[in-house]
């Protein structure tokens, strides 16, 4: 069966309206397309420009989807597509939901489809998180309550989600090769398809010497992992990674030679995370795949403070407020960060929002890459 619409002389709503009914199934302009066994081929802009339309299940044994064949359904924020299809049309899904999530199968033509165009998808996906929270115990005069309080946060955040299910190690106090030691075990096993997500709360370092500016400093108040460490660690993990940083430059940390405070600023910090992660490799950006949060930008430091009863760092706190976290009840409360009510948090959601928030605590936020509306860190 072939489903058709570009070469007939009548609305494409219509068209595609008229198709479902002709095969007994409810009109395009329901808000769910599941189309029967059979079909083996959709033409170009078969089910164009339909408001209404959120969700398309296409069958097995689909084999090609032509140009914009869903193009401008504006609502449209899950499809999928079975391994079976060879052919897809380039603009097969523009215009749809900024945020769709395209289901498919790992090796898939739709899976190398995403791949390439900035198109979320899960394709037997894993999604794994590591949460390193440093408090210092061992080092009085750095020591920090907030962390621990941000790790537990963040696991039951992570654990709200069950569109994105987290399989989720927290690990405390780490040295610097522990930090990185724990990254390769936790993520060891992703393959192309899979979502790691890197998060650390801790002290940042800013030192004279430029390679460790930035740097998450390990557990025993001395050694860190500079940015570089972490962008070479994380590269040796196939598919995409989230990084989300909490931590600040401290001025009396770690001079290298007794400098003054003032020997290097806060902007070392998230401009050396920021570069190392923004850096285009030979591959091309789509496949380094590196989607970064930082809490802080220049000349200013990331804050732990009460939160609803407990210390926490301001950029976390605000962030599992975004993501709606009970912080009294270990409840979900609603989504503040979720702007158009979809229930998927994207970068840019929550970029915007914790941004807002921090202004007035003298905290500018930064994200790489920039404007990201794609991309959804957290699904229900």
Known sequence: MILTGKERPMGRKLMAALLLLAMGLSSALADTLRLPAGVTRIEAEA??????????????????????????????????VPGSVTELGTDFISGCAEDLLLRTVAGSAACAYAQSRNVDYQAGTVYRALLVCQTYPDVESLTL??????????????????????AVASRSNL???????????????????????????????????????GALLGADGVNA?????????????????????????????????????????????NASFISAFSTRTRRGLAADSYFVLTAAAANEQSYEAE????????????????????????????????????????????????????????????????????FGFLRD
């Not at 500079?226 to 040796?236: P, V």
């Not at 760092?313 to 989504?335: D, H, I, R, V």
């Open 175 to 213: 040295t610097d090769e522990g930090m990185l030691d724990a990254i390769a075990d936790t993520f060891g096993a992703a393959t192309a398809q899979d979502v790691s997500l890197f998060y650390y709360s801790g002290h940042g370092i800013s030192s004279a010497d430029s390679d460790r500016q």
């Open 307 to 374: 939160v609803n009863g407990q210390v926490m760092g301001l950029f976390t706190a605000s962030l599992l407020e975004g993501c709606g976290y009970g912080f009294s009840s270990g409840q979900p409360a609603p989504l503040a960060a979720d702007s158009n009510g979809n229930r998927v948090l994207t970068l840019n959601e929550l970029y915007r929002y914790t941004a807002r928030n921090l202004l007035s605590e003298g905290q500018h936020v930064q994200a790489y890459p920039e404007n990201c509306g794609w």
């Open 145 to 166: 309550t907030g962390p621990a309080n941000d790790a537990i946060g963040m696991e039951s955040c992570l654990s709200m989600f069950d569109g994105t299910a987290y």
């Open 47 to 80: 089910f164009a420009a339909n408001p209404a339309l959120r969700e398309a299940v296409l069958p097995d044994g689909l084999v090609s989807i032509g140009d914009g064949a869903f193009a401008d359904c504006g609502s449209l924020g899950w499809i999928t």
């Open 225 to 269: 992992v500079t940015a570089g460490q972490l962008r070479a660690a994380l590269d040796r993990i196939p598919g995409r990674k989230i990084v989300i940083i909490d931590a600040c430059y401290s001025g009396n940390l770690l001079t290298a030679r007794g400098a003054a405070k003032s020997a290097a600023t806060p902007e070392a910090f």
